[in-house]
Nanobody, 124 residues
Framework: QVQLVESGGGLAQPGGSLRLSCTAS????????MSWARQRPGKGRDWVSGIYLNGNDTYYHDSVKGRFTISRGNAKNTLYLQMNQLKPEDTGLYFC?????????????????WGQGTQVTVSS
C-alpha cells in the first residue's frame, strides 16, 4: 500500500533552517499533487505548501512565502520542504500528503494519503 514517510524535523533556533523530506512508496500510479501541511499546538491541520506533479507548479501559504521552498527529488518519489528564517510560530507537526485526482492543491480534505508527521520546534 502507499506509504509516506517524513523525516528531517527537529529543534531549530529562530532564524534557523530545517529541511524536511518525504519518501513515497507502494504505488504505481502518477499522483496529481503533493503538499506539506502542519498542525500547530492546539490548532487544526493547515496547508503549508503544495506542488502539482504534472508541471511542477508550486504554491505557498502567505505565512511561509519567501521562507519555505517545496521541491521534488530526482527520483520523483521524494518531496522536500526547505524551511529558512524559521519563526516560533512555525512550530508544529509537519505532514506530507498525496493527492491522486484532479483538484485544488490547497484542499487538504481531498488528499488520499498522509504520512505520520515529523515534529518541528522553533525555540531559543
Amino acid at each position: 500500500q502507499v506509504q509516506l514517510v517524513e523525516s528531517g524535523g527537529g529543534l531549530a533556533q529562530p532564524g534557523g533552517s530545517l529541511r524536511l523530506s518525504c519518501t513515497a512508496s507502494g504505488f504505481a500510479f502518477k499522483p496529481y499533487a503533493m503538499s506539506w501541511a502542519r498542525q500547530r499546538p492546539g490548532k487544526g491541520r493547515d496547508w503549508v505548501s503544495g506542488i502539482y506533479l504534472n508541471g511542477n507548479d508550486t504554491y505557498y501559504h502567505d505565512s511561509v512565502k519567501g521562507r519555505f521552498t517545496i521541491s521534488r527529488g530526482n527520483a520523483k518519489n521524494t518531496l522536500y520542504l526547505q524551511m529558512n528564517q524559521l519563526k516560533p510560530e512555525d512550530t508544529g507537526l509537519y505532514f506530507c500528503a498525496m493527492r491522486v485526482h484532479f483538484g485544488d492543491v490547497v484542499v487538504l480534505a481531498e488528499y488520499d494519503y498522509w504520512g505520520q508527521g515529523t515534529q518541528v520546534t522553533v525555540s531559543s
